[in-house]
T-cell receptor, first 113, second 115 residues
Framework: QQQVKQSPQSLIVQKGGISIINCAYE??????FPWYQQFPGKGPALLIA?????SEKKEGRFTISFNKSAKQFSLHIMDSQPGDSATYFC????????????FGGGTRVLVKP | DGGITQSPKYLFRKEGQNVTLSCEQN?????MYWYRQDPGQGLRLIYY???????QKGDIAEGYSVSREKKESFPLTVTSAQKNPTAFYLC??????????????FGPGTRLTVT
């Protein structure tokens, strides 16, 4: 059972453009939604995270939008740069379950110069 | 220099052999986790430990075993019972208490190839 569905699987964006990645979840008990960035051959690194009591969170060029009623959240990368080319994973966890993370399938982003 | 170390970076084994992957952290984190990543896929939880001498199965624990004898160490053994062991293995840790306990920090990973 895939509890967190992520789309698209890959996307190509021009330098300066906006990258948008979407995730949908099923379990309403999830109460923490992080995004991770992973470069080839490396471990994922926490990028930005949000809790369901907030509809939007912005850190630099990265913004999470959260829609609790639709059980969806998305990552927007503004002014995309070639250095942003990586795989991005959304995830979800619930504090009642030992903070175990359930990951989406990942989105490979390529930013063309 | 604080962080999570995993060794070795690449590991090759013959089918039927058990192999142990190392994970060490000096962040003083209580919780540690093991994930498996297959090409083009997300991470799947194998085992996790919230405290020394205690651990729980994740979503895909069959064919794996762990121990947590020290706070800073959480080794993973891939046994011969694991039907498809070739994968990228990632270890993570997080503080246990407070809001920051949700943040998991990942090591650089070990790529295991079994032939």
């Amino acid at each position: 059972q895939q509890q967190v569905k992520q789309s698209p699987q890959s996307l190509i964006v021009q330098k300066g453009g906006i990258s948008i990645i979407n995730c949908a979840y099923e379990n309403t008990a999830f109460d923490y939604f992080p995004w991770y960035q992973q470069f080839p051959g490396k471990g994922p690194a926490l990028l930005i995270a949000i809790r369901p009591d907030v509809s939007e969170k912005k850190e630099g060029r990265f913004t999470i939008s959260f829609n609790k009623s639709a059980k969806q959240f998305s990552l927007h990368i503004m002014d995309s740069q070639p250095g942003d080319s990586a795989t991005y994973f959304c995830a979800a966890s619930k504090s009642a379950a030992g903070n175990k993370l359930t990951f989406g399938g990942g989105t490979r982003v390529l930013v063309k110069p | 220099d604080g962080g999570i170390t995993q060794s070795p970076k690449y590991l090759f084994r013959k089918e039927g052999q058990n192999v142990t992957l190392s994970c060490e952290q000096n962040l003083n984190h209580d919780a540690m986790y093991w994930y498996r990543q297959d090409p083009g896929q997300g991470l799947r939880l194998i085992y996790y430990s919230q405290i020394v001498n205690d651990f729980q199965k994740g979503d895909i624990a069959e064919g794996y075993s762990v121990s947590r004898e020290k706070k800073e160490s959480f080794p993973l053994t891939v046994t011969s019972a694991q039907k498809n062991p070739t994968a990228f293995y990632l270890c993570a840790s997080s503080p246990r208490a407070g809001m920051s306990s949700y943040e998991q920090y990942f090591g650089p990973g070990t790529r295991l190839t079994v032939t």
